[in-house]
């Protein structure tokens, strides 16, 4: 993967909602308030992360009993990004983030970052926070919101020069990264300061962690 296979440098692919970006409490909050206007019971941060997964529909379906249809999808998906968007407003980065990117570029490696998050709206934050000039190559999503990771990260890797799969770590909260990445080849090391708990994150089968420092040394050790 990538254009330049003889590269045995590390590369980090972080992910941006709940791991670079904590916004994991604007989260709950968009996601009662969209509720509320749905008509379905308040969720608890806990119960969230229990239930949380990617393509979201699946979340809606472990909390309604069934799937949404197509419709009520669509409303669901709208209701909440309305409330989000203004949440997120006064979201900051993870503790430590801005040191931790500017740690690993100061080291001569390579990062980017890929969201699900959408493209014309990630790259405006990205720069409002000022760390746009830390990644390689910054990747939003430009199609449908019910969707996961994996096809994203192979078109993001595709177009990055002299990155490889196999000495790419990618550092999410979620899953749905462990699997974008089994699926690329690459390495994958999880964050508990986002969307899933622990339990939910170990049965991924990789290595978890509590902050974004250890993330960056689990990422380092892995791609030895």
Same mark, same amino acid.
């Not at 969209?34 to 529909?57: K, M």
């Not at 746009?132 to 449908?144: I, K, N, S």
């Not at 909260?173 to 300061?193: K, M």
């Not at 902050?211 to 960056?216: D, I, M, P």
């Given at each position: ?18 791991? +670079? ?20 019971? &308040? ?7 229990? +239930? ?21 999808? +669509? ?24 040191? +931790?990117?500017?740690?690993? &570029?100061?080291?001569?490696?390579? &990062? ?19 760390? %746009? ?45 462990? %699997? ?45």
């Amino acid at each position: 993967m990538g254009k330049n296979a003889g590269n045995t440098a590390p590369h980090i692919v972080w992910d941006w909602n709940g791991t +670079l970006l904590h916004d994991i409490h604007a989260v709950i909050d968009a996601t009662n308030a969209s509720f509320a206007e749905l008509g379905l019971e &308040q969720i608890t941060l806990e119960r969230y992360r229990d +239930l949380y997964c990617v393509p979201v529909p699946k979340f809606y379906e472990r909390l309604m009993g069934r799937m949404p249809t197509e419709a009520e999808w +669509l409303v669901m998906d709208d209701v909440f990004h309305r409330h989000y968007w203004a949440f997120a407003e006064d979201v900051d980065l993870a503790d430590g983030a801005r040191e +931790l990117l500017a740690g690993w &570029q100061d080291a001569g490696l390579t &990062q980017s970052l890929l969201s699900l998050a959408p493209h014309d709206r990630l790259i405006p934050l990205v720069r409002t926070h000022g760390i %746009a000039h830390h990644f390689l190559r910054v990747d939003g999503r430009t199609g449908p919101s019910h969707t996961s990771k994996a096809g994203h990260l192979v078109r993001h890797l595709e177009a990055l020069d002299g990155v490889t799969a196999a000495r790419t770590v990618v550092i999410g909260d979620a899953a749905d990264d462990a %699997a974008a990445a089994a699926h690329v080849g690459a390495l994958a090391v999880l964050y508990t300061g986002g969307s899933h708990s622990r339990a939910s994150l170990e049965a991924a089968g990789v290595p978890v962690v509590d902050t974004l420092r250890e993330a960056v040394e689990t990422a380092r050790e892995l791609a030895r």
